[in-house]
């Protein structure tokens, strides 16, 4: 088992910068590709980025791309989304999960049934 849980969401103008952190417990990520998602009030959730513990790749959505970025402290078990540039379209509750990869070490799934772990989530506000 591993349990997730989420921090650093917040109101945040736009233009603006947060860092949300995904920490876990009950056992390392190592197997494990860990991914952010995020869903906005009446739509479906979606993928933002993720990492391959293993292989250290990551995948980011097109929609993020080049805002932001995804980060690992591997002492701490804890992955981290850096956001920047923030738009008010980045609105949502912004989860983070966890999916064995085990024989798959470049594998990092973007669809959320792939996922087995959830943390509660964490809002996100970008004001206009």
């Known amino acids: 088992q591993v349990q997730l849980v989420e921090s650093g969401g917040g109101l945040v103008q736009a233009g603006g910068s947060l860092r949300l952190s995904c920490a876990a417990s009950g056992r390392t990520f190592g197997g494990y590709a860990v991914g952010w998602f995020r869903q906005a009030p009446g739509k479906e959730r979606e993928f933002v980025q993720g990492i391959n513990w293993y292989g250290g790749n990551t995948y980011t959505a097109d929609s993020v791309k080049g805002r932001f970025t995804f980060s690992r402290d591997n002492a701490k078990n804890t992955v981290y989304l850096q956001m920047n540039s923030l738009k008010p379209e980045d609105t949502a509750v912004y989860y983070c999960?966890?999916?064995?990869?085990?024989?798959?070490?470049?594998?990092?799934?973007?669809?959320?049934?792939?996922?087995?772990?959830w943390g509660p989530g964490t809002q996100v506000t970008v004001s206009s």
């Open positions: 999960a966890a999916a064995p990869t085990s024989g798959r070490p470049y594998y990092i799934p973007t669809r959320t049934y792939e996922y087995d772990y």
